[in-house]
């Protein structure tokens, strides 16, 4: 028998849960896909919110061959093969045929140079599926040629939303005497990804067997889930939380739990690429001001790893994990920029003060652009105090240092 997932895959768009942004009325995609002029494109987004699904419905809506190929076991020579079953399909004018690429972010250099020419001479139409970012995951030259659509993490609403449809329509389950009582313990065990969902609810209603009702209660799910944990995780998504507890755990200054994680990675065949960007984003995020060393530390080390590779960048990787567990923590120049951020959403594009403008012409010059404004280095200690803020945020603070060394030392250079 086919999973529940599989079963309760959606035919058409109006069936399709979540991703309203690109599927919902008028929306980009489904209005692409409504005039049959679908461009490559790549989907991005968590596990389980219906990457696969959504390429397969774009493909039957505008009845285009489609075909299918896993980045994970696909080489070039499939790739080949494939592109040239796509062109003895095209017949004058007949559009392309779709290919999908699961997780294209595993695929190698050549491998997506080998894609190129399809995609440019229109051989082929480009579905790519990714849960990473394609800024850093897809060449360029390829990226160029693709729009880029960015799924959501399906909402609470839409995840409870597709297990009462499952209990409602699927042919197995509609027949089982089955009541919800309680979402949370699956909803927090699928971490939003759909299939997972799927999963867990299979697992857990397989116990009902007879006219006796099952009520899913959260304990229920908790018991019957720790009994059976590799049917759950068996799609091997452990990827997001054992990343999650690295970084907290490198956050949170244990390098002991740190290592731990790192150790789980490397050995589970995680992408050490991938550790190192989260280990660069974290230096900023969560150290920043209070160790500025911790970025150059993160970038010196993903560059380093870049160039050697395992076994022997596992020590380069513990050595800066180590660093970062171990280095004072601050995280001002995050809430710094968010805030700004926050603020200029809400007020829009407050007008920059007369004396701070360029003033590159006669005419700026006699409108009084830049009149009035006083160099800081003409002035004791380089400073010299001015307004640079608009005149309506003028009093207004987003960076607040925080109380460590580094920080210490800011706070009294700003108050002199």
């Given at each position: 028998m086919?999973?529940?997932?599989e ?11 979540g ?9 980009v ?43 994970i ?29 699961d997780?294209?972010?595993?695929f ?10 399809a ?9 790519g599926?990714?849960?990473?970012n ?16 960015v ?53 857990v ?21 720790q009994?059976?944990?590799?049917l759950?995780d068996k ?10 507890a690295f ?17 789980r990675?490397?050995?589970?065949g995680?992408?050490?690429?991938f550790?190192g ?7 900023s ?25 395992l076994?022997?960048?596992?020590i380069?990787l ?25 603020l200029?959403?809400?007020?829009g594009?407050?007008?920059v003060?007369?004396h ?11 409108l009084?652009?830049?009149?009035g404004?006083?160099?800081?280095h003409?002035?004791e ?27 210490r ?8």
């Amino acid at each position: 028998m086919q999973p529940l997932a599989e079963r309760m895959r959606p035919d058409t768009l109006d069936e399709y849960v979540g991703q309203q942004h690109l599927v919902g009325s008028k929306a980009v995609l489904r209005r692409a896909v409504e005039a049959g002029r679908v461009p490559s494109f790549i989907l991005w987004g968590p596990p389980g919110v219906g990457k696969t699904t959504l390429a397969s419905i774009v493909a039957k809506a505008l009845k285009r061959p489609f075909y299918v190929l896993s980045a994970i076991n696909s080489g070039v020579k499939d790739i080949r093969e494939t592109i040239d079953l796509a062109k003895k399909q095209q017949f004058f004018d007949s559009p392309s045929p779709i290919l999908f690429i699961d997780e294209i972010h595993r695929f190698s250099k050549s491998q997506q140079d080998s894609l190129l020419g399809a995609v440019e001479k229109g051989i082929v139409t480009l579905i790519g599926a990714t849960t990473e970012n394609p800024s850093f995951e897809v060449i360029s030259a390829l990226l160029s040629r693709c729009q880029v659509y960015v799924l959501k993490p399906l909402s609470k609403d839409e995840l409870i939303f597709l297990v009462n449809q499952a209990l409602e329509k699927d042919a197995f389950l509609k027949n089982k005497k089955v009541v919800v009582k309680e979402y949370e313990a699956m909803l927090q065990f699928s971490g939003g990804d759909g299939r997972k969902l799927y999963n867990i609810l299979e697992l857990v209603t397989t116990f009902n067997e007879g006219e006796e009702v099952l009520e899913i209660t959260n304990e229920m799910v908790v018991e019957k889930l720790q009994q059976h944990i590799a049917l759950y995780d068996k799609d091997g998504e452990q990827h997001y939380d054992i990343i999650s507890a690295f970084i907290k755990s490198i956050r949170g200054s244990d390098p002991d739990a740190a290592i731990y994680w790192l150790a789980r990675m490397i050995e589970g065949g995680e992408d050490i690429e991938f550790i190192g960007r989260r280990m660069m984003i974290l230096a900023s995020e969560d150290i920043g001001l209070a160790n500025p060393n911790a970025l150059l530390m993160a970038n010196t080390c993903f560059q380093t790893i870049r160039a050697v590779g395992l076994p022997e960048a596992r020590i380069i990787l513990s050595q800066t994990v180590i660093y970062l567990a171990t280095s004072a923590k601050s995280n001002s120049a995050y809430l710094a920029i968010d805030n700004a951020l926050a603020l200029v959403r809400q007020t829009g594009n407050l007008p920059v003060p007369l004396h701070l403008r360029n003033a590159p012409t006669k005419l700026m010059k006699e409108l009084d652009y830049g009149k009035g404004y006083k160099y800081a280095h003409n002035y004791e200690g380089n400073f010299v105090e001015q307004q640079y803020l608009p005149d309506e945020i003028k009093e207004k603070i987003f960076y607040e240092p925080q109380e460590n060394a580094a920080e210490r030392k800011i706070k009294e250079g700003m108050k002199k």
